[in-house]
């Protein structure tokens, strides 16, 4: 089973800041998500990678970018944080089931 | 396209009493079926993985059963407890030329377990 770390756990942020969500994984697996969750409201994916140098845009329309130059590193950053940016992010491998970390709430004000 | 619908939405019962939530999809080509648990404002929590073979999976107090042909699962939680308070996420893997290794969520059943 991955162990699956995310930083910061809450975030706070003024509008126009750049942000960079961390995600990362100790086992090596090769395919690994992020999902997007508004308050009450059900998980969207947002963006994947299937490994090093692989990323896809997922089902929900996002303004942010991801990257994957290391296997156990798969980082979310937004450009110029909006209101509208307001959220949860959650990361995951995905090997043979999915092993979410403690997500990320993101606050822009 | 995979649509993941849970009955019932929410859920209150007392301590002790034994339960079950509802998860149903509308394609049953799908690799696995998870079920997790999410606390307010937190992460998700795997419980139980069925993988399209399977019928069921046991872990402690709860068991989760899985008809892939008629497109449905049915996680059991015995003896409940105050703790067992959470929403509780169905969500499926699907299998198809698009297949990305997504999951497909449902809107999750909330539970109250009451002292």
């Known amino acids: 089973e991955a162990d699956i770390y995310q930083t910061p756990r809450y975030l706070v942020i003024g509008t126009g800041k750049k942000i960079t969500l961390e995600c990362s994984q100790t086992?090596?697996?090769?395919?690994m998500y992020w999902y997007q969750q508004d308050p009450g409201m059900e998980l969207h994916l947002i963006h994947y990678s299937y490994g090093v140098n692989s990323t896809e845009k997922g089902d929900l329309s996002s303004e942010s970018t991801v990257s994957r130059i290391r296997t156990e590193h798969f980082p979310l950053t937004l450009e110029s944080a909006r209101p509208s940016h307001t959220s949860q992010y959650l990361c995951a491998p995905n090997h043979y089931g999915y092993t979410f970390g403690s997500g990320t709430r993101l606050t822009v004000v | 396209k995979q649509e993941v619908t849970q009955i019932p939405a929410a859920l209150s019962v007392p301590e002790g009493e034994n339960l079950v939530l509802n998860c149903s999809f509308t394609?049953?080509?799908?690799?696995?079926l998870q079920w997790f648990r999410q606390d307010p404002g937190k992460g998700l929590t795997s419980l139980l993985l069925i993988q399209s073979s399977q019928r069921e999976q046991t872990s402690g107090r709860l068991n989760a059963s899985l008809d892939k042909s008629s497109g449905r699962s049915t996680l059991y939680i015995a003896a409940s407890q105050p703790g067992d308070s959470a929403t509780y996420l169905c969500?499926?893997?699907?299998?198809?030329?698009?297949?990305?290794?997504?999951?497909?969520f449902g809107q999750g059943t909330t539970l109250q377990v009451k002292p």
């Open positions: 394609d049953s080509a799908i690799y696995n």
């Open positions: 969500a499926v893997n699907e299998i198809g030329s698009s297949n990305t290794g997504k999951l497909i």
């Open positions: 086992m090596g697996h090769d395919k």
